[in-house]
């Protein structure tokens, strides 16, 4: 970029328009100074990206598997060589730690080294199926969608943003990458570094909006014939939202939602493990990650020893992983439900040593955490884990089960292979035994139950998700 006005990226060029009205200050309630603008789509530019992605579309569905996976590794070089810019975007447009800005970054290079692998695994190959009749044969083929919509996040914006787009792109769609006007930035990189790798122009086209044109513009791509699919990852508000409006056009949707992620802690726990491993899981990215632990349920036994761990832990856990949320807004919906939670009883405990920039983001504990509390059912999205009790195994999976969200959960106890049956009662995408709630292994398929979401990202998975069938018969 050769100036502070982020731009879109549009069959293959730069855009920025010298009409003022359609450039936008990119999260300026950060409360940190923000110098960057972004250029904000248009309906005539989302004309031209559909356009765009339109025409490219029939030239590289024909591409060779070959052809694609050197392209898909000329990405995963330059990735490499700019590995310290995108840490530094990262940081700068997240106010994250150097420790999450790290984690995007290499968390993004999996998941392009993954999907480069998988290209010419046969993950694209048809299948030979046995006829009713002797004397046909049936061939069932492989095919892209066409077009396919990646709305992508700020919160892992350079992972999630790579995700969005990278295995719909190399099952042979074009993709439009719809970033946010929060992480406008992050999000142009990892677009640009396909068209420096050299693909095509349209394959990868680059579109963000300003917050008030959110419904118009993602109505005009979905409405669109070329469009044959959306995948999201954000709230569940407006997962239902794109669910609906994708449903009247007949767009099937790819939906990572929500989560309000409990721990599960067994009697043969080792607590002192468990403490640091779930301070870590809710505190990460200052809490802001849809798998963050929320939710901790605890044998009444064993509360006060376990809280006594946590209260430990508190400070260094929250120093490590806390510093901003990102923007003004974000504060007083964290603060809200904290004042609701100690209204109604719970005793709130905050790693009140650290210094935060909007108000106290540090690290925060909700002990004596019921049902009745705002913070039970609503996904706080910061630095925040609350504490609760159960007396038996069936009524701790009843209160996980419950739950309208069911995106990722975790077991801590000593008998590891004795938890699965136990873990397989739990209504989740996924559930992890001894190990934190946050984790996305990229070989693994990822997504929700519930209002979590429905549709897999990762591995082979996600290529199906950007694949239809086609059947031949010959007689």
């Known amino acids: 970029m050769k100036s502070n006005t982020v731009p879109l990226i549009i069959d293959g060029n730069d855009i920025v328009l010298q009409d003022e009205e359609s450039i936008f200050v990119s999260n300026p309630d950060s409360g940190r100074g923000s110098q960057w603008k972004t250029q904000g789509v248009t309906p005539e530019l989302c004309k031209r990206a559909l356009e765009s992605s339109t025409a490219a579309f029939p030239k590289w569905r024909k591409s060779s598997v070959r052809e694609r996976q050197v392209l898909f590794q000329r990405v995963v ?75 992508a996040p700020w919160n892992a914006p350079a992972m999630l943003g790579m995700r969005s787009i990278a295995a719909a792109v190399a099952a042979g769609n074009c993709a439009i990458l719809k970033g946010s006007e929060l992480s406008p930035r992050t999000h142009y990189f990892i677009a640009n570094l396909f068209r420096d790798a050299g693909f095509p122009p349209g394959v990868v086209n680059f579109l963000v909006h300003k917050p008030e044109d959110a419904s118009d513009t993602f109505n005009t791509l979905i409405s669109h014939p070329s469009v044959r699919k959306c995948n999201f990852t954000g709230s569940t508000a407006v997962g239902r939202h794109i669910a609906s409006q994708a449903g009247h056009f007949l767009k099937p949707v790819l939906l990572e939602l929500g989560g309000k992620n409990f721990s599960l802690v067994l009697e043969d726990a080792d ?9 870590d899981a809710a505190f990460i990215n200052s809490g802001q990650i849809c798998m963050s632990t929320d939710i901790v349920l605890v044998p009444r036994k064993l509360k006060s020893a376990f809280c006594s761990l946590i209260r430990q832990r508190l400070e260094s856990a929250s120093a490590v ?144 998700e950007f694949l239809q069938t086609k059947t031949v018969i010959a007689n």
């Open 77 to 151: 070089e330059l990735l490499k060589e700019r590995a310290s810019e995108l840490s530094s975007i990262v940081a700068e447009e997240l106010g994250c730690s150097s420790v999450w800005a790290s984690i995007n970054f290499h968390a993004t290079l999996e998941i392009i080294e993954q999907v480069t692998a998988l290209i010419t695994s046969g993950i694209l190959s048809g299948l030979i199926p046995e006829t009713e009749t002797p004397d046909s044969l049936a061939l069932v083929f492989k095919d892209p969608l066409g077009v396919v919509l990646g709305i």
């Open 271 to 279: 607590l002192e493990t468990t403490a640091s491993t779930i301070l």
């Open 321 to 464: 992983q806390v510093k901003h949320v990102i923007n003004r807004r974000s504060t007083t919906r964290i603060l809200g439900l904290l004042d609701d939670a100690a209204r109604k009883g719970a005793t709130v405990i905050t790693a009140s040593s650290l210094d935060g920039e909007h108000g106290p983001l540090y690290g925060t504990v909700i002990e004596g955490l019921t049902k009745d509390m705002e913070f039970w059912q609503n996904e706080s999205f910061g630095p925040v884990v609350g504490i609760a009790t159960y007396d038996t195994i069936d009524e701790a999976v009843e209160m996980i089960n419950e739950c309208e969200y069911g995106l990722s959960g975790a077991i801590y106890t000593a008998s590891s292979l004795q938890a699965i049956p136990l873990a397989r009662r739990i209504d989740s995408g996924a559930v992890h035994i001894n190990g934190p709630t946050f984790h996305d292994g990229f070989t693994l398929p990822h997504g929700g139950h519930k209002n979590s979401g429905f549709g897999r990202f990762g591995s082979h998975w996600a290529f199906e």
